[in-house]
């Protein structure tokens, strides 16, 4: 037997999991230690969470109290996919001719776009994500360039700081933990080529966005594209349009005619989801089986 609903796991419907050793959850919201507790109480023993990255969950915990935490994968193509549009849109300066021509300016921009052929680009982190980008890439015969902590995908491996230096686009594809946070620094920043473009699918603490605000209104770097921002929590997947948004970081990139920000919305397609929902059910009926036969 199955429940389902819509709202986020909670304190206030917790009710919904007694006697009910597995659940599935998404990953828009974060999931407090306390609604943990109070799930391992009501008889949860496994979790099986609809997205690569545990970040809403503290997994340590969950370990503590009796759960065991699993992700799922799905088709890396839907954020694949995402990020080369994004790229193409950065470096066409499609922000602001859609803006121009929304109000009927049809001339063109003094600053002219740039082909992908023409330019190198540095994909960090080549898992199955990354080297989905990897392979698209290699049709638009640019010179690419990657790195990873553990080199798996046919490329040109070069060393975090070298990659900066010689990428006019790099693209943030790897797991956020403790070693990769703010893996995209002031420092590297500071090293990327005058004119650069960051993209960024994966997520947004990888990039010290502090640093890269500057970094962008000076015109040093030639634009960025981020699907995921530093605190988009409790600002992304809601309705602000009658709120505040208190993020100035957020609202200040939104401005920049040369930063292109979308919710969070890179996986969002009908086979993605269709992949999480299936693989979160196979995840729980494969640990029930193993309870079972152990």
């Known amino acids: 037997m199955a429940t389902i609903t819509g709202e986020a796991v909670s304190e206030a419907n917790i009710e919904l999991a007694s006697g009910i050793r597995c659940i599935s959850i998404g990953h ?27 970040n809403h969950i503290d997994v340590k915990y969950a370990a503590s109290v009796g759960i065991s935490v699993e992700n799922v994968a799905y088709s890396p193509d839907s954020v694949a996919d995402y990020t080369l549009m994004l790229m193409l849109m950065v470096v066409r300066n499609a922000k602001s001719v859609i803006r121009r021509t929304d109000v009927h300016d ?27 980008v990897l392979d698209r890439l290699r049709g638009f015969g640019c010179r690419v360039l990657a790195h990873d902590t553990r080199p798996s995908a046919s490329a040109d491996y070069v060393p975090l700081d070298d990659l900066v230096l010689l990428s006019d686009i790099v693209t943030l594809h790897t797991p956020l933990n403790a070693d990769t946070h703010h893996l995209l620094d002031g420092r590297r920043i500071e090293r990327l080529k005058h004119g650069a473009f960051v993209v960024n699918t994966g997520r947004g603490a ?15 770097l030639g634009g960025a594209a981020l699907d995921v921002i530093e605190g988009e929590e409790g600002i992304f997947y809601a309705d602000r349009r009658s709120e505040p948004v208190e993020s100035k970081q957020l609202l200040r990139l939104q401005e920049l005619p040369n930063v292109i920000v979308s919710p969070h ?28 036969h152990g």
């Open 28 to 54: 828009k919201t974060r999931i407090a230690n306390s609604t943990l507790l109070a799930l391992s109480k009501a008889g949860v023993a496994y979790i099986s969470t609809r997205s690569i990255g545990y």
């Open 106 to 132: 049809y001339r063109l921009a003094e600053v002219r776009g740039k082909e992908l052929r023409d330019l190198t680009v540095g994909v960090v982190g080549t898992g199955r994500i990354g080297a989905a």
């Open 206 to 220: 990888l990039l010290d966005t502090e640093a890269l605000v500057p970094a962008l209104e000076s015109g040093r």
């Open 265 to 292: 919305t890179a996986y969002y397609t009908d086979h993605a989801l269709s992949d999480t929902v299936e693989n979160s059910i196979a995840n729980c009926l494969k640990f029930e089986s193993g309870n079972q």
